[in-house]
């Protein structure tokens, strides 16, 4: 059964600083890996997708890592402003010939302070 | 193109009662699945629908059932609603010959009493 963790569960820095969000999964038979933000009560948005072929994405002030092989992707957040507070899931896809679900971990709640 | 939809925003239901929650999919999407997220957790994935099938289910009881629709937009039904049940019900889509990439509503949040 494929398990995903993320550390840390709560992470506060001050407004400027680089951070790096860390996602760990038991199972390397992944199709892909994808990271989300959710605000307060909301719903997720997609960040970045990665496929299991892939070593990194980025788009603009993030880049997402993975190495599949050791279970792990990051997520990098350059110069971070108080707008990126929020909590920040990833998700692993499995590699399953059919179906699309998702396994997520329980989050990293980010707090940047002005 | 219009982005998922899901219907209504909250919804207040006392133990014992039934709940359809709706949602309607990304234009050109032809997969909806939908994920439980209590408070603190990270979503949980209930099953998925794919050409108005159901394609893979999570670890749910039977009283949650489901249907899409040749619109394909979908309906997450629950019976004898219990108080666990209270969460944000999120519905995700995706079109599955291509990149896989789920995008999701702004969710339901259910609260039974």
């Known amino acids: 059964k494929q398990e995903v963790t993320q550390i840390p569960a709560a992470l506060s820095v001050p407004e400027g600083e680089n951070l790096v969000l860390n996602c760990s999964f038991t199972?390397?038979?992944?199709?892909?890996l994808q990271w989300f933000r959710q605000d307060p009560g909301k719903g997720l948005t997609s960040l970045l997708l990665?496929?299991?072929?892939?070593r990194e994405q980025t788009s603009g002030r993030l880049n997402a890592s993975l190495d599949k092989s050791s279970g792990r992707s990051t997520l990098y957040i350059a110069a971070s402003q108080p707008g990126d507070s929020a909590t920040y899931l990833c998700?692993?896809?499995?590699?399953?010939?059919?179906?699309?679900?998702?396994?997520f971990g329980e989050g990293t709640q980010l707090t940047v302070n002005p | 193109e219009t982005g998922v939809t899901q219907s209504p925003t909250h919804l207040i239901k006392t133990r014992g009662q039934q709940v359809t929650l709706r949602c309607s999919s990304q234009?050109?999407?032809?997969?909806v699945s939908w994920y439980q997220q209590a408070l603190g957790q990270g979503p949980q994935f209930i099953f998925q629908?794919?050409?108005?099938?159901?394609?893979g289910r999570g670890n749910f009881p039977p009283r949650f059932s489901g249907l899409q629709f040749p619109n394909y937009s979908s309906e997450l039904n629950v019976n004898a609603l219990e108080l666990d049940d209270s969460a944000l019900y999120l519905c995700?889509?995706?079109?599955?010959?291509?990149?896989?990439?789920?995008?999701f509503g702004p969710g339901t949040r259910l609260t039974v009493t």
């Open positions: 995700a889509s995706s079109y599955e010959t291509h990149s896989y990439e789920q995008y």
């Open positions: 199972d390397s038979a992944i199709y892909n």
């Open positions: 234009s050109g999407h032809n997969t």
């Open positions: 998700a692993v896809r499995p590699r399953e010939t059919s179906g699309s679900r998702l396994t």
């Open positions: 990665i496929q299991s072929s892939q």
């Open positions: 629908y794919y050409r108005e099938e159901e394609n």
